[in-house]
């Protein structure tokens, strides 16, 4: 990213200026705008070498942080051109803007601009978290069609890649390089799989008055490239629309016949799962994630979890070897401790410990501060620890472990905001 970065510079300084100074540095933020789409859709493209190295965890916070850092690219560009070309023709920035609107090629930036600004007021935290999941996702998609706006803008207005071949074809490769893993990452693998593995329900079992597992099977599951602690996207075909997908962590090991997701009823899509016909046909994107035990550095671990959390982190306890493990398990109250009897024999199986942690947010002794973790698992700092839960848990958590001086390498964290 960095190498590629210092080339559009190179070229963009090589190619001139533009009608005036503003309107060159306009094309600056412009340019470094269309090379924010690029790396957004690298992101976001699911590439699984690149998803096994860093975690659709991480990816999913550079990919919040490059959104909104290209809201303002953008947004300082727009302006930049206004303000250019009013300078250039003797005209208010309110003329030049409805006059710069009836031009095509500005017409297209415009509304490329116009979906950015939408979908990132919808990000932001306060309103996010009023929008149930799924109606912010498909608002989420129609970044797709900025994208191909913006696309086609600057293919009319850009001058920085049209005065050689050389730098006309370097720009076209990057285009076709992001596209590519895009098409490939979010349609072509995930196609080829559902094709090859042909997933369906085999059971549905609920584990709670909220809380559902569906089992699903197909073809070849010993093919598929999953680990305990991933996540899938998954779609009911028939339970609902096909654009409603939902991403549920595996609560059980893959074992080649079977995969098992464990869901709240958080939402539509989530709270009627235990509808859902044995038999009905799943449409599964994935696995994904960094959360496994690749990632062991240690031999003692330590597994931290909140609320339906659990779920990936149950699912590492059948890799987990005998010996030296520890699971804290943070929950209101017994009755809301999904899968608690599983976990529990799992922790004994490998004659590790299990603390049951009860109680409300806020209490005078809250167990995730410095002094409370060492005082559970006195030797942290020689473990790995993994922590999933809500993002209020985690983030605790996480500072925690920075206080007790817990090496970063040992960390491995998966914020429960989606699943």
Request: aromatic residues 10%.
């Amino acid at each position: 990213m960095i190498t590629n970065l210092v080339i559009v510079e190179v070229l963009f300084l090589t190619a001139g200026t533009g009608q005036n100074g503003v309107l060159t540095v306009a094309r600056f933020f412009g340019l470094h705008a269309a090379v924010l789409m690029l790396f957004q859709l690298l992101l976001v493209a699911r590439l699984p070498w690149l998803d096994r190295r860093i975690g659709m965890d991480r990816l999913t916070v550079w990919h919040r942080w490059v959104g909104f850092t290209l809201l303002w690219t953008v947004l300082t560009h727009a302006m930049l051109v206004v303000l250019g070309f009013a300078r250039l023709d003797d005209a208010s920035m309110t003329k030049t803007f409805f006059a710069l609107a009836g031009v095509p090629a500005s017409l297209l930036g415009m509304g490329a601009a116009a979906i950015i600004v939408m979908v990132a007021a919808v990000s932001a935290r306060n309103i996010r978290r009023r929008l149930r999941y799924e109606t912010w996702h498909g608002l989420h998609l129609l970044l797709y069609l900025a994208l191909g706006l913006a696309f086609v803008h600057q293919l009319q207005e850009t001058t920085t890649f049209s005065y050689s071949v050389p730098a006309k074809i370097y720009w076209w490769a990057l285009w076709l390089f992001a596209f590519g893993a895009l098409v490939t990452g979010r349609i072509g693998l995930p196609l080829w799989r559902n094709a090859y593995h042909r997933f369906r329900v085999a059971e549905v079992v609920p584990e709670s008055d909220d809380v559902v597992s569906v089992h699903v099977t197909g073809r070849h599951l010993d093919r598929l490239p999953a680990r305990a602690g991933q996540f899938c996207v998954w779609r009911f075909p028939g339970h609902n629309h096909w654009w409603l997908a939902n991403p549920f962590s595996l609560s059980a090991a893959p074992d080649g016949r079977t995969l098992r997701l464990t869901a709240k009823a958080v939402g539509n899509a989530s709270a009627g799962l235990r509808h859902l016909p044995v038999g009905s046909r799943v449409f599964v994107e994935g696995p994904y994630g960094a959360f496994t035990a690749l990632h062991r550095t240690r031999p003692g671990a330590l597994l931290i979890a909140g609320g339906v959390g659990i779920t990936p982190v149950r699912a590492l306890l059948e890799e987990e070897p005998a010996g030296d493990v520890v699971v804290l398990y943070r929950v209101r109250s017994v009755s809301d401790a999904v899968l608690v009897d599983e976990v529990r024999a799992l922790v004994a199986d490998r004659g590790g410990q299990l603390h049951l942690l009860t109680g409300r947010t806020g209490e005078e002794n809250p167990p995730f501060e410095p002094d409370s973790l060492r005082a559970l698992v006195p030797d942290i700092t020689e473990r790995d620890v993994y922590v999933c839960g809500p993002p209020g848990m985690t983030s605790a958590v996480l500072s925690a472990l920075r206080g007790l001086k817990v090496p970063h390498g040992q960390v491995h964290a998966e914020r429960f905001g989606l699943g």
